[in-house]
Every structure is written in C-alpha cells, then in structure tokens.
C-alpha cells in the first residue's frame, strides 16, 4: 500500500524533465475504451478496427511528432515510450529496447542454475504459488475454451484442447515462456478477419509470424516505435473486457451468493490473507457451499420423449389428431429437473448429440425431429457455467435447421436467458403446455402447406375440392366412423356467435356445445383449464352426466372465450328430443362425445397410426366387370337421391334461408360451406370456396340465388351419376335374386355390389353404404340400392381420374429423366406432355382431365365426368413396363433400341419403382424442394419401414430379408386415401 500511496501522491509532482503522466494515462483510457466499445457492439469490422485504432494513431503521432521537431531521445526522457532501466550497451537511464539474440533469455535462465544465481532457499516459499499458478491456469484454459467456444460458435473437445494446452505449456517452458493457450478476445478479433473457424491457415499464418519475431529478436525494436498511449491503450481494452464481461455482465449470469464471492475475495479479503493461494482455497470452498445449497436434491438423469407420448391439453378434431399422430415422430421433448449444473447440462447435450447422431443413422431427413423441446419447467436454478452449453444447444439445434422451443417456468432462469440471448432465433413460453400446443400448431400449419402443394395439379385439386364438398353434405352417421358432417346437428341446436372474455357455463348448464371457430377455455372443478379448438364439443360430461351415461359429478364448472368464437348449442331438451326422433344420429353424437372424452384424458397419448404391413402384399384395386362395366357405357338414366337425403338437404336448406325468403344468396350459401368446411378442418380461406362456388355451376339461372331445386340438383351431381336405361332391369333382377335369398341389409348389399364387378376394395364403399342406410334400419330397398348405384358409378369414376393423374405426376417424371439421359432437348411442357403418352396408350387405359371450370360445372351438375367420355370401362392402371414402354416409346423412339446415355439400360429404367411415386417424382413434377418432397411422401406413405444400418448407409429391410438404400414412396391407393383423408 505505501508503494501505491507513494506512486499516485507522485503523479501530481510537477516535473520540468518528464511529461505529464496523467496525459498518456487520460488518451489510453479513452483509446482502450472507444476501442472495447466499438469491438463489443460491432460496430466496425475487425480488420477495419485494426487499421483504424493501431496504424492510423501510430501514424498521426509521428506526423505530430516530425513536425514538432522532437527527438526520440527527448520523448523516451519524458515518458512518451517504455524504457528499460540499462541496456547493456552503456545507458543506464531511458533506454531503448536493443536487438536481443533468442538463446540469450535460455542463457539467463539455464545460465543461472550453473553460476550458482539461484535463491534455493526461497524456492520452497514458492512452491506454493508454483502449485497455484498451475491450477489457475488450468482453470483459465478451461474458462477461455467456453468463451472461445461461445465466441467462435463451434464445438470443442474440452479434453483434447486442456492437454494440448498443458503440453503446449511445458515445452514452453522449457524454453522461458509464458502458458500457451488461446485467448478469447484474440480469437474472436481472428474469426472476424479471416471469416471462418474452420480453416488452420490463419493460426499458422500466426504461429509462423511470431516464430519469426521470436528467433529475429527484432521485438524490442517494435516496442520502441510504439508510444506508451497505444500499449497502455491495448492493456485498457484487455482489462476493460475483463471487467465488464466477466464482473458486471456476471451478475445477470451468477446468483447473488457467486456474485459477492468473484467481488469481494479479491478486493476485500485477500489483503487479509498470507498469500494468494489462501483466497484461491477459500473460493473453492465458499463455491462448493453454494453449489450445496443450491443442489440440496438429488436431480434426475435428462430424459428424451417423442410426440407420440406427449400431448398438449388442447382438444382438437379427430382428423387434426390423425394427422398429429402420422408427425408424432417430428418434434421431441427434452425434460431436465432440480438445478442445472455443468455436469447434468453437459449430459443433456450429450444426449442430444446422440439423439440426432442415432436419427442421421436410422432415419430420412423427412423423417427426423422438426422441433424441439426443452422442458425445464422444473428446474430450480442453472449455474453460470451450464449455460454455456445451451449456446451449444441453442447453436448445435441451428445447424441442424431443429426448430428451438423452451419451457421455463422460473422467472429468473426465463430472465437469464433473455438477457444472454439465448431466445433469440427460439420460441419460449412459461409452461410446458403452451409449448406443446404451439408445436401441433406449426405441425399442422406445416402439414397443410405442404398438402396444398399437391393441389397444383389441377385434376387433384378439383377432386381435392370434391371431397371437401362431399364431407360437408354427408348424411352417413355409420358408428365405426368417429367423425360425421356438423350439418347434421344444425336442426336440433342453435349457431352464436360470441366475442373474447364472454363467460359462459357452470354447473347447471347442460348444454352440448361444438366450437365452429375460434377458441374457449374451459374451465374445471379441480383448478386446470384446457383450451378448445375448432371441431372440437365441450361441456360434454355435464351432458353425458346428466343423461346418466357417466356417472360422479360433471368437471366442467365454466368457459370463457379466449378468440371470437362461434359456436354450436344443443340443449339437453334437443338431445333428448333428437334421441326420439333421429336415434341413429342421437347414437353416432353420443359415441363421438365418450370417444371424444376418452381421447383428451389427462395423461394420454396420441396412438400411431397404424402402417400396412410390408411382408403381405396389399390389396390392389381391383378392375371393374361385369354389369359395372356396363354402366359406364351411358349416362340416359336419371339416378335420384334417397328420400332420406332429400329430407336431410331440404333441412340444411331452410336453416340457411333467412326468414321469410325463398332462395339463399350466393355469398350466404359461400359463408355457409366455407364455416362448415373449417369445421371440419379444411384450411381454404373464404375467397377461395367463393372460387369455388362460383365456378361449379351450382347458380343455373345466374341470378346470384339458390333455389331449392338448384342445390338438391347441384348435391346429386355432387353424389350421383347416372346410369344407361339398359341395364335398368338388369339391375332390378339382380336385386330382387339378392332379396329372395336373404334380407337386403349392409352385408348382403355389399355382397352384391361385388358381384356386379365394382371394386370393393375403395376406402369410399362406407360412404355409400352409410348414405343409402343413412336411416341405420338395416334395410335397403330398390330406390335406396339404385341410389347406391349412381354412388358407385360416380365413386370409380372419380377414383379413374385420380389414377390418371397419379400416372401423371408419374409419366412426366419418368420422361424428364429419360429425355435427359437420351441427350434430348428438354422435355415437352406439362401442357403437352400428357397429351402425348396419351397417344400412345389405348383409349381404354385412361382419359386427359379436362379443364377445372368444365370439370367442376359439369360435375356439380351431376356430370362430373361425362359418362360418354368412358363408353368403355377403365382397365386397371398397366404395369410397370406396359404403361411406361407405350408411352415412352412414342415419344423417345431411339428407346426402343435401348441406346440410352448412361450405366442403365432401357429394362432398368422402367424398373425404377415406375407404378409409384417418390420424392424425385415430385420435385419434377410439382418443382418443390427435395425436402419438402420426401415430407409429402412421408405423410401419404403408409407402409412400414424399418430402420437398420449397414456399413455407412442407411438402408430399409422387409420381410424377406432383402436390405436396399432406403427411400419411401407411395402407390396410386395411398395417393387416392391421400386426398381423401387430408381433404
């Protein structure tokens, strides 16, 4: 202390020979600071920095000094550049830096021990220190590879770099040196000049660069050129760093017990203490009371769960729940308890690490983890030294393009985080709930934008369209369907429409209520809450209760709506009503609702879907025959619909007319399909089902009004085709031969479906059947088996057409990469290249689609597809090499001489998996990106593919013990349950 007193009360001496020493002490201040800062906020590139704060400064004081005409004598006299206090040469006050031989620091050191130089009895006193120092310094290795780490934005194996450092360490030694490890702030201002963390190149240009220093001896001779600003300049910005990083920005990354510990040993007790060593000793162990304290329980081992265990409470559709239960394996969820140190972090990266390691090894990239979650809602505490390694996290799930989510429930960690960046480029959210539902949300955003994707295909998206009206005007409430058209309801109940923070429910509310859009949060007895979403019912068990289905008391207390919302009401008067005098409906609406409460349990989980098993060959749609045949033959027949569907549609018609009023506006009768449609979780927008409307011909007169006949004919070309008058009685005598032998009832009617030659392998046969029984007596007659007919027709029609355009998105491929490797010009346009495989193939194989206006007026028009257009029946989809050598050979004729460009031949060409689509396929066709064509592909496959590894590709085996590089694809009856099911 009496050294400082006496060196500061100096500073203010006035001395005639020397400058100033607050002079050079006020510009290194400001020079290291302006420096730090304009380093720290970035606000000039490195190399710019250099240039800028070194050689600009350095240049302007000489400037300043030639043209004062001091010497350099005169400026080392009165402190303007370090001196030494002799030279060896004869000065002995003020002197310069001389030329020093590299083996003369070797010959002090080693010189010493053989003079006899050395204190030996002070050795011992140094020990200590000796022992201290090598600690220390271990510890500030290990402290610059985090930084270093965190700085540069890569990984680093700590144990490789701390022993090179060590090893680095004692050769340097050795040879009189100093520790030799790297240094942050030197690496990140090299990463800034050389752009890249990956490349040796600039280290070795700097390791030469300060060998050659080293062995030329030239270093004083620099020092001596350089004023004592500018080095005092560079020590205020390595000190300045220190200070602000490591002490004030410390305190948002340690406890307040860290916080005094870093402060307050150095400054306040080691002048106390004997020696340094003590307050080293004493740090560590006040640290590992903290560390006590802080981990008072035992914490669990970090633990990995994947979406098909993990639900969040919102309680959605039924088909928004399939489609989350097929992407179950696209989002995972990491869960860490009690407090975090750098051990469990560490081991929480680890595992990560392992987790995407075993998906790049066992899986497609369309297959692998899309989000992740971490669920550190339970943790207590995180020392300052884990959250490093969540920079690795955060930056390792980067590179990987994983979509980042944290849960963090403790306001001081979330408050840690954000103030170190670490939700910057992630999502976060106070509970693990909240995130869980954000997820399924982007999933099933993402799964619809990449649906709408096959919509580009104008066949596909007016067979897309098709669906989405069929769903709306189904009448089927057959029980082994969960799902059945809203439309059904609207007799018994009432639509409200209800704005944000409306309350609604309590315990002597039995209504039944279904959210149309929006959002409710429900409210329950025991204190939790869940969120509704569209197409889902609520306040279901106070129903169900008090019609004695369940028993207890209902959970429901209350709900308030969180989004504007309109929705459903069914009184229990109506239910009960509706029970008497629709049961088949009152049966389907009960089933949904236990279904309902059996699928959002707490705890639940979302069942996978189930895959076709790949061992037993499927089954493949079988060719139409026989009478069915026949009726493709003419359209002369007028098929009616039942009487129960036009009592059910003559129903849904006047509850969408306003009182009083014959006919329903068109953009009414718009409004009204497209609420129907998000009900049911279609995703087009209002404009679009205006579109859409518009464009089907349903307005025959174009007066901007909807009759009751226009729409009763515009659903029965929606449902119905008609048939040729000559098989009428053909028909009639098989159905009456069907009826003596046993009751008309949904067994026998399929029976007969099947011998009359029509495929009963479609997923639409329980459409038909649900409709033409829609009444559940189990009886059909002669109307209703007519009915089931003009459905049949019109459902093999319709599944022609999107065999067509499978073949299409299919044949255009195919050619691309033919006519590539045959050195051909490019391949015809889309417009025309249909056109021309078509003329190689037999007008009986299929059809060109026709243009989306004709195809959707005709077919709402109960054309669809004119009948005269098939006056033959479609033969089933050709064979690999029949279909494609047809076609291809008409267009690349030098084909069929198998001269083809390239190892493949022509037979091995069409081999390629030619009667399925895969992701190459799409990325022709549809012009996507390979990523988003393998995800389409994933999502409409639904054959199982097992995983395995062989030597370092990833390969898929099947039963019979084949393995081959492993790519998923999909055949024309996943294409078609494709648009049916995500419809």
């Given at each position: 202390?009496?050294?400082?007193?006496?060196?500061?009360?100096?500073?203010?001496?006035?001395?005639?020979?020397?400058?100033?020493?607050?002079?050079?002490?006020?510009?290194?201040?400001?020079?290291?600071?302006?420096?730090?800062?304009?380093?720290?906020?970035?606000?000039?590139?490195?190399?710019?920095?250099?240039?800028?704060?070194?050689?600009?400064?350095?240049?302007?004081?000489?400037?300043?000094?030639?043209?004062?005409?001091?010497?350099?004598?005169?400026?080392?006299?009165?402190?303007?550049?370090?001196?030494?206090?002799?030279?060896?040469?004869?000065?002995?006050?003020?002197?310069?830096?001389?030329?020093?031989?590299?083996?003369?620091?070797?010959?002090?050191?080693?010189?010493?021990?053989?003079?006899?130089?050395?204190?030996?009895?002070?050795?011992?006193?140094?020990?200590?220190?000796?022992?201290?120092?090598?600690?220390?310094?271990?510890?500030?290795?290990?402290?610059?590879?985090?930084?270093?780490?965190?700085?540069?934005?890569?990984?680093?194996?700590?144990?490789?770099?701390?022993?090179?450092?060590?090893?680095?360490?004692?050769?340097?030694?050795?040879?009189?040196?100093?520790?030799?490890?790297?240094?942050?702030?030197?690496?990140?201002?090299?990463?800034?000049?050389?752009?890249?963390?990956?490349?040796?190149?600039?280290?070795?240009?700097?390791?030469?660069?300060?060998?050659?220093?080293?062995?030329?001896?030239?270093?004083?001779?620099?020092?001596?050129?350089?004023?004592?600003?500018?080095?005092?300049?560079?020590?205020?910005?390595?000190?300045?760093?220190?200070?602000?990083?490591?002490?004030?920005?410390?305190?948002?990354?340690?406890?307040?017990?860290?916080?005094?510990?870093?402060?307050?040993?150095?400054?306040?007790?080691?002048?106390?203490?004997?020696?340094?060593?003590?307050?080293?000793?004493?740090?560590?162990?006040?640290?590992?009371?903290?560390?006590?304290?802080?981990?008072?329980?035992?914490?669990?081992?970090?633990?990995?769960?994947?979406?098909?265990?993990?639900?969040?409470?919102?309680?959605?559709?039924?088909?928004?729940?399939?489609?989350?239960?097929?992407?179950?394996?696209?989002?995972?969820?990491?869960?860490?308890?009690?407090?975090?140190?750098?051990?469990?972090?560490?081991?929480?990266?680890?595992?990560?690490?392992?987790?995407?390691?075993?998906?790049?090894?066992?899986?497609?990239?369309?297959?692998?983890?899309?989000?992740?979650?971490?669920?550190?809602?339970?943790?207590?505490?995180?020392?300052?030294?884990?959250?490093?390694?969540?920079?690795?996290?955060?930056?390792?799930?980067?590179?990987?393009?994983?979509?980042?989510?944290?849960?963090?429930?403790?306001?001081?960690?979330?408050?840690?985080?954000?103030?170190?960046?670490?939700?910057?480029?992630?999502?976060?959210?106070?509970?693990?709930?909240?995130?869980?539902?954000?997820?399924?949300?982007?999933?099933?955003?993402?799964?619809?934008?990449?649906?709408?994707?096959?919509?580009?295909?104008?066949?596909?998206?007016?067979?897309?369209?098709?669906?989405?009206?069929?769903?709306?005007?189904?009448?089927?409430?057959?029980?082994?369907?969960?799902?059945?058209?809203?439309?059904?309801?609207?007799?018994?109940?009432?639509?409200?429409?209800?704005?944000?923070?409306?309350?609604?429910?309590?315990?002597?509310?039995?209504?039944?209520?279904?959210?149309?859009?929006?959002?409710?949060?429900?409210?329950?007895?025991?204190?939790?809450?869940?969120?509704?979403?569209?197409?889902?019912?609520?306040?279901?068990?106070?129903?169900?209760?008090?019609?004695?289905?369940?028993?207890?008391?209902?959970?429901?207390?209350?709900?308030?709506?969180?989004?504007?919302?309109?929705?459903?009401?069914?009184?229990?008067?109506?239910?009960?009503?509706?029970?008497?005098?629709?049961?088949?409906?009152?049966?389907?609406?009960?089933?949904?609702?236990?279904?309902?409460?059996?699928?959002?349990?707490?705890?639940?989980?979302?069942?996978?879907?189930?895959?076709?098993?790949?061992?037993?060959?499927?089954?493949?749609?079988?060719?139409?025959?026989?009478?069915?045949?026949?009726?493709?033959?003419?359209?002369?027949?007028?098929?009616?619909?039942?009487?129960?569907?036009?009592?059910?549609?003559?129903?849904?018609?006047?509850?969408?007319?306003?009182?009083?009023?014959?006919?329903?506006?068109?953009?009414?009768?718009?409004?009204?399909?497209?609420?129907?449609?998000?009900?049911?979780?279609?995703?087009?927008?209002?404009?679009?089902?205006?579109?859409?409307?518009?464009?089907?011909?349903?307005?025959?007169?174009?007066?901007?009004?909807?009759?009751?006949?226009?729409?009763?004919?515009?659903?029965?070309?929606?449902?119905?085709?008609?048939?040729?008058?000559?098989?009428?009685?053909?028909?009639?005598?098989?159905?009456?031969?069907?009826?003596?032998?046993?009751?008309?009832?949904?067994?026998?009617?399929?029976?007969?479906?099947?011998?009359?030659?029509?495929?009963?392998?479609?997923?639409n046969l329980a459409d038909v059947i649900g409709v033409i029984d829609a009444d559940c007596d189990g009886m059909v007659d002669f109307n209703e088996f007519m009915t089931g007919i003009g459905m049949m027709k019109k459902m093999t029609l319709l599944s022609t057409q999107l065999a067509s355009a499978f073949r299409q998105y299919k044949n255009f491929a195919m050619l691309k990469r033919c006519s590539t490797r045959s050195g051909n010009q490019a391949p015809p346009s889309r417009k025309n290249l249909f056109s021309l495989s078509l003329h190689a193939i037999s007008d009986r194989e299929f059809k060109a689609?026709?243009?989306?206006?004709?195809?959707?007026?005709?077919?709402?028009?109960?054309?669809?597809?004119?009948?005269?257009?098939?006056?033959?029946?479609?033969?089933?989809?050709?064979?690999?090499?029949?279909?494609?050598?047809?076609?291809?050979?008409?267009?690349?004729?030098?084909?069929?001489?198998?001269?083809?460009?390239?190892?493949?031949?022509?037979?091995?060409?069409?081999?390629?998996?030619?009667?399925?689509?895969?992701?190459?396929?799409?990325?022709?066709?549809?012009?996507?990106?390979?990523?988003?064509?393998?995800?389409?592909?994933?999502?409409?496959?639904?054959?199982?593919?097992?995983?395995?590894?062989?030597?370092?590709?990833?390969?898929?085996?099947?039963?019979?013990?084949?393995?081959?590089?492993?790519?998923?694809?999909?055949?024309?009856?996943?294409?078609?349950?494709?648009?049916?099911?995500?419809?």
């Amino acid at each position: 202390f009496s050294f400082k007193e006496k060196y500061v009360k100096n500073l203010g001496l006035d001395y005639w020979h020397r400058n100033d020493p607050w002079l050079p002490l006020f510009l290194a201040l400001v020079y290291g600071i302006a420096l730090y800062a304009f380093k720290h906020l970035h606000i000039v590139s490195a190399d710019k920095l250099i240039l800028g704060f070194i050689f600009v400064p350095l240049i302007l004081f000489f400037i300043v000094i030639t043209a004062s005409g001091a010497s350099m004598e005169y400026l080392r006299e009165t402190g303007w550049f370090l001196t030494q206090a002799r030279d060896g040469q004869g000065c002995v006050e003020n002197c310069a830096f001389v030329y020093v031989d590299f083996w003369q620091t070797l010959q002090v050191t080693y010189g010493g021990i053989a003079s006899n130089l050395v204190a030996w009895s002070a050795v011992p006193r140094c020990i200590p220190l000796f022992v201290m120092g090598a600690v220390m310094t271990s510890l500030d290795n290990m402290l610059k590879l985090t930084s270093s780490e965190k700085g540069l934005g890569i990984d680093l194996n700590y144990n490789h770099e701390i022993k090179l450092g060590g090893k680095a360490t004692i050769f340097s030694s050795f040879l009189a040196g100093s520790p030799a490890y790297g240094q942050t702030k030197f690496n990140v201002i090299n990463l800034s000049i050389a752009g890249t963390s990956e490349s040796f190149l600039p280290t070795l240009h700097l390791g030469c660069l300060c060998m050659l220093l080293f062995l030329s001896g030239v270093a004083g001779n620099i020092i001596n050129i350089m004023p004592r600003f500018l080095l005092g300049g560079l020590c205020v910005f390595s000190g300045v760093g220190f200070l602000y990083e490591n002490l004030w920005e410390g305190r948002k990354k340690m406890s307040r017990a860290s916080f005094a510990i870093v402060w307050n040993l150095p400054k306040d007790v080691q002048p106390m203490v004997p020696g340094l060593l003590v307050v080293f000793v004493l740090g560590i162990v006040l640290s590992v009371f903290e560390f006590m304290f802080a981990f008072m329980h035992k914490a669990k081992d970090p633990s990995i769960r994947g979406g098909d265990v993990c639900c969040s409470s919102a309680v959605r559709s039924d088909k928004h729940d399939k489609q989350l239960a097929i992407m179950a394996g696209w989002f995972h969820v990491f869960k860490v308890d009690s407090f975090i140190f750098f051990g469990t972090a560490n081991t929480l990266y680890q595992q990560l690490k392992a987790h995407i390691s075993e998906q790049k090894e066992s899986k497609p990239r369309a297959e692998r983890t899309k989000y992740l979650i971490f669920d550190l809602t339970e943790v207590t505490g995180i020392d300052s030294s884990a959250r490093d390694v969540f920079y690795k996290v955060h930056r390792l799930l980067k590179s990987e393009g994983i979509s980042l989510v944290w849960a963090i429930r403790n306001p001081q960690v979330g408050e840690s985080f954000d103030d170190q960046g670490l939700y910057v480029g992630a999502t976060h959210f106070d509970s693990l709930d909240h995130a869980l539902r954000h997820v399924e949300d982007e999933l099933l955003r993402k799964a619809h934008n990449l649906s709408q994707k096959w919509l580009k295909n104008g066949s596909v998206r007016e067979i897309f369209e098709r669906q989405v009206l069929k769903n709306i005007f189904n009448i089927s409430v057959r029980a082994e369907e969960k799902n059945f058209s809203p439309s059904r309801l609207q007799p018994w109940s009432k639509i409200s429409t209800l704005s944000i923070g409306t309350q609604f429910g309590g315990a002597d509310d039995d209504n039944l209520y279904l959210l149309y859009s929006g959002e409710v949060r429900v409210h329950e007895r025991d204190g939790s809450h869940f969120d509704c979403l569209t197409g889902s019912f609520f306040n279901l068990d106070n129903v169900l209760v008090s019609i004695g289905v369940l028993s207890g008391l209902p959970s429901t207390v209350s709900a308030v709506v969180t989004k504007e919302s309109a929705i459903l009401a069914i009184s229990k008067k109506n239910y009960l009503l509706m029970q008497k005098q629709d049961p088949p409906l009152a049966q389907k609406l009960q089933h949904t609702l236990l279904a309902q409460q059996e699928a959002n349990r707490p705890g639940r989980t979302r069942a996978r879907v189930p895959y076709r098993d790949s061992s037993v060959a499927s089954e493949e749609p079988v060719a139409i025959h026989g009478l069915a045949k026949r009726l493709l033959q003419g359209n002369d027949y007028k098929i009616s619909l039942t009487k129960k569907q036009i009592a059910r549609f003559s129903e849904v018609f006047e509850l969408i007319l306003e009182p009083g009023e014959n006919e329903i506006p068109m953009n009414i009768f718009s409004s009204y399909v497209s609420m129907e449609a998000r009900l049911l979780g279609s995703a087009f927008s209002h404009e679009e089902f205006m579109e859409l409307i518009d464009g089907s011909g349903i307005d025959e007169d174009g007066d901007g009004s909807l009759t009751k006949d226009e729409f009763l004919t515009f659903l029965r070309g929606l449902f119905l085709s008609d048939i040729p008058s000559t098989e009428v009685e053909a028909l009639r005598q098989a159905y009456e031969k069907a009826a003596a032998l046993a009751p008309m009832d949904d067994t026998r009617l399929e029976l007969l479906f099947k011998e009359l030659g029509f495929d009963m392998n479609s997923s639409n046969l329980a459409d038909v059947i649900g409709v033409i029984d829609a009444d559940c007596d189990g009886m059909v007659d002669f109307n209703e088996f007519m009915t089931g007919i003009g459905m049949m027709k019109k459902m093999t029609l319709l599944s022609t057409q999107l065999a067509s355009a499978f073949r299409q998105y299919k044949n255009f491929a195919m050619l691309k990469r033919c006519s590539t490797r045959s050195g051909n010009q490019a391949p015809p346009s889309r417009k025309n290249l249909f056109s021309l495989s078509l003329h190689a193939i037999s007008d009986r194989e299929f059809k060109a689609v026709p243009s989306r206006k004709s195809l959707v007026s005709s077919s709402l028009h109960a054309m669809s597809i004119s009948d005269s257009e098939h006056q033959s029946a479609p033969a089933p989809a050709p064979r690999r090499r029949s279909f494609l050598s047809s076609s291809l050979h008409a267009i690349i004729p030098n084909m069929s001489s198998g001269q083809l460009n390239g190892p493949q031949t022509q037979d091995e060409v069409f081999d390629e998996g030619c009667d399925e689509l895969d992701a190459s396929d799409l990325m022709a066709f549809l012009k996507v990106e390979r990523e988003e064509a393998e995800e389409m592909v994933f999502l409409a496959d639904q054959d199982e593919v097992k995983m395995v590894k062989k030597k370092d590709s990833v390969v898929h085996s099947t039963s019979t013990g084949e393995s081959e590089k492993c790519y998923r694809s999909i055949d024309s009856a996943e294409f078609q349950q494709l648009i049916r099911t995500w419809s």
